[in-house]
């Protein structure tokens, strides 16, 4: 069984910088996609950025040159540099694992939430 476990959300200024984590245990991984995900009140959850088996990045047009993701096979990670945070970058950040340009993974971490006033 796959478990996820993000780590790294707060509160933080407009302008501000945070780096999310997300652990995963049971999980070959490293033949695996992983995404983060978001959601805001209201709103439904939407994909922010992924990386998959081979490396290979992609990102919401929204957060392109604002966030990086990344990941560490070695101590199963996978990583969300957030920078020049926005107001519309509130919600809450889940982790996806098994991610696929073509699917969506069937693993779901418990999120973690990321406030960014303004």
């Known amino acids: 069984q796959v478990q996820l476990v993000e780590s790294g959300g707060g509160l933080v200024q407009a302008g501000g910088s945070l780096r999310l984590t997300c652990t995963a245990s049971g999980a070959t991984f490293r033949f695996d996609g992983l995404a983060w995900y978001r959601q805001a009140p209201g709103k439904e959850r939407e994909l922010v950025a992924a990386i998959t088996y081979r490396g290979r990045r992609h990102y919401a047009t929204s957060v392109k040159g604002r966030f990086t993701v990344d990941r560490d096979n070695a101590k199963k990670e996978v990583y969300l540099q957030m920078d020049g945070l926005k107001s519309d970058d509130t919600g809450l950040y889940f982790c996806?694992?098994?991610?696929?340009?073509?699917?969506?993974?069937?693993?779901w971490g418990q999120g973690t939430q990321v406030t960014v006033s303004s």
């Open positions: 996806n694992y098994g991610w696929s340009p073509h699917r969506i993974g069937m693993y």
